[in-house]
């Protein structure tokens, strides 16, 4: 560990009063250890992991950490704060702030030394030495694990002597849990999880064992201590790899943060579950899910905003390929051989090899082939999300039913929420050990096709039809101002998170329309694509005519921001966002809404579900289209320029006016 933490990287009296201050504080120990080679672009790294998540920890514990490309080797920074920073913790101000830097590519010896420092800051004894400690070089070795090796017997020897203690007194074995923690960095939170749940196994008398899925490696928990197990926890904030081996038990589902702060809460809600006999709808169907993309966040406890939220993501993400290219493919044969070639006969009789209209037609046709999926996958992946595999069925059969009624998009959302809704009914119904098999791949797909196919044909279809007509007509009939809010609206969702839920639902509105394509929805269509292209556009131009408002790392993005802003990329923008929200994330709003309504206002359409400047031969009004795009850009690098001009000017005039003040003052304008 000796590599890791040196006397120069500890703070004992650490006079930051932000995170962000605290942050930079023990970075620039890091740089000047020359363990970090570029600090604005590793403290943005840094941002952006803590906006995943905050990272601070009930017991007076800050642990900002990430993995960055700006770091030559793992390094650890402790500082130690006497008035406090605020973390994010339920029970206050950290005085104990880690700030852990891994590169990018970090081995994995060095990880495991990390992963077992955040186990240590479960120990109290540990945090009080932590705190009492007065010289930097010791606080480093005890840090490091330069203690004593007889004040703490081996994990494993403790928790065996613990459970064979119990065992004797109570004359059984003990109530078995395996758990599963990790979070999206795998480097603290994840351990920390592992060590809390197990220390209160240890005090309840539980046998807790943990398979931790973060950097330090994956070793799954052998299949005969799952088999044993009465219940099972998992604490964890990104998907958990392999579900399905952990079916048929009593399941408690939670954030990662949960198994650090209320282990014996969790406990002890296993125990509930295991004796009234509670399984988790796990099927076989999640041995091919989690790899770590997914949300994961125990959404059994999610607030039902959150879960819904989630559902419907599922299903949009699952869509969007179809949609791409379904309706790239019917935008391409438009532009070969014009609208009329939509009502062209089927190519599987008519087709002449030397012919462009034959050509287009096959494109047309094929996209359209593509794009009769939408509404079904759609249905189909927001019950996935919400039941797993057996609500495949139900859900691609309520998407169907609803494209049959007339239903559309709308219809296709309502039909997944109840295929999901109905499968997760059927399941939570007890049932005999010899059925458990079958109940997955034919009876819940059986019932819950039946149920889903009768409330869509005969309860809910026709007026969810109704009210799809309604909104078409909206659509249509939107003109001046009203169609300029609208552009607003969109433009704001589009640039808010840049890729995010709020973005998706723009965009997914927009796809929608194009299921039944109307002059109004084709606006739509064109005012979402339009938008999004302007966070990467903004911040590129800026980083052009600015330079010096910009890090290095950040004038290197900005050449590729150009590229993907104009593929209609809109993440490319995130790294600035990241770094820099307050005055990256309202500026590039601004844009976006100025282009959207303009878009609107333009009567630009798009028939293509994809922005970039290679669509705009299939855009109605090009140059008015490109114009609210160039508009939106100049507003949104004009606002950015302005604030971060600011923000500049003003550390600048402190430093002016601290240059005659204390050596104290000095270190606080720095800081």
């Known amino acids: 560990m000796s590599e890791l933490i040196t006397a120069e990287l500890v703070d004992l009296d650490l006079s930051a009063t932000t995170k962000d201050a605290a942050a930079r504080s023990l970075a620039e120990r890091m740089v000047a250890a020359h363990r970090v080679t570029d600090l604005d672009g590793f403290l943005a790294d840094v941002a952006a992991r803590e906006a995943q998540m905050p990272t601070g920890l009930d017991g007076g514990i800050g642990i900002p950490h990430c993995r960055s490309e700006h770091v030559n080797a793992p390094t650890l920074a402790f500082g130690r704060s006497a008035a406090g920073i605020d973390f994010g913790a339920a029970d206050g101000p950290a005085d104990l702030i880690f700030l852990i830097a891994a590169p990018a590519g970090a081995d994995d010896d060095h990880l495991t030394i990390l992963s077992g420092l955040a186990r240590r800051l479960m120990d109290p004894e540990f945090t009080a030495a932590l705190r009492a400690g007065t010289d930097p070089a010791a606080v480093a070795a005890l840090i490091r694990g330069e203690e004593p090796a007889e004040e703490h017997a081996p994990e494993e020897e403790r928790a065996e002597d613990t459970e064979s203690e119990t065992a004797e007194a109570t004359g059984s074995a003990p109530f078995r849990i395996v758990a599963v923690t990790s979070c999206p960095t795998g480097i603290a939170h994840t351990y920390m999880a592992a060590e809390s749940l197990a220390a209160a196994g240890r005090a309840e008398g539980v046998e807790v064992t943990v398979e931790t899925q973060g950097s330090a490696g994956f070793k799954k928990l052998d299949a005969g201590v799952i088999a044993a197990a009465d219940a099972v926890i998992w604490a964890h904030d990104v998907e958990v790899r392999e579900k399905a081996r952990f079916r048929g038990k009593p399941l408690v589902d939670v954030g990662v943060k949960a198994g650090i702060n209320r282990p014996a809460e969790l406990i002890a809600e296993a125990r509930r579950k295991a004796e009234r006999g509670e399984v988790a709808a796990v099927s076989e169907a999640d041995d091919d899910r989690g790899s770590g993309d997914g949300d994961g966040s125990g959404a059994d406890h999610a607030h039902f905003g959150v879960r819904l939220r989630t559902y419907l993501m599922s299903g949009v993400s699952y869509m969007v390929p179809f949609v ?20 062209a006969k089927s190519v599987a009789d008519h087709f002449v090899w030397g012919e462009a209209d034959s050509w287009a037609a096959l494109l047309n046709q094929i996209g359209s082939a593509a794009f009769a999926f939408l509404v079904p996958v759609l249905a189909g992946y927001i019950a996935y999300g919400m039941a797993d595999r057996p609500a495949l069925v139900p859900g691609f059969v309520g998407g169907s039913v609803a494209l049959t009624v007339n239903a559309g998009f709308l219809g296709g959302l309502v039909a997944g929420l109840l295929a999901g809704a109905v499968v997760m009914a059927i399941q939570r119904v007890p049932v005999h050990a010899t059925l458990r098999g079958i109940m997955p791949v034919l009876v819940i797909p059986l019932i819950a096709s039946a149920v889903v196919g009768f409330l869509m044909f005969i309860v809910v279809g026709k007026p969810i039809a109704s009210l799809q007509n309604a909104l078409t007509d909206w659509l249509n009939g939107l003109s001046g101002s009203n169609a300029v809010i609208l552009g607003v609206v969109l433009g704001l969702m589009m640039c808010f998170d840049m890729g995010g839920p709020l973005n998706k639902v723009a965009y997914a509105f927009a796809v929608g329309g194009l299921a039944d394509p109307t002059d109004g929805s084709l606006k739509v269509m064109a005012a979402v694509m339009a938008a999004g292209m302007v966070p990467p556009l903004a911040m590129a131009l800026a980083t052009t005519v600015r330079k010096k408002l910009f890090t290095k790392t950040e004038r290197e993005n900005g050449r590729a921001a150009w590229v993907l802003g104009a593929s209609f990329i809109t993440e490319g923008a995130i790294p600035f966002a990241a770094a820099d929200p307050l005055r990256v994330i309202p500026s590039v709003m601004a844009g976006g809404a100025v282009t959207g309504a303009l878009s609107m206002a333009f009567g630009a359409t798009l028939r293509a579900p994809h922005g970039g400047v290679f669509v705009v031969p299939l855009i109605g ?36 006016a601290g240059a005659t003040g204390s050596d104290d003052s000095r270190v606080t304008v720095a800081a």
Do not use: N, Q
């Open 621 to 656: 009004e090009p140059f008015l289209y490109l114009l609210a795009i160039a508009a939106g850009t100049l507003v949104a690098t004009a606002l950015v320029v302005l604030l971060k001009g600011a923000r500049r000017a003003a550390p600048d005039a402190a430093g002016e």
């Open 324 to 343: 791409a290219a379904g309706g790239l493919l019917i935008a391409l044969s438009f532009a070969i051989g014009g609208y009329e070639i939509a009502s």
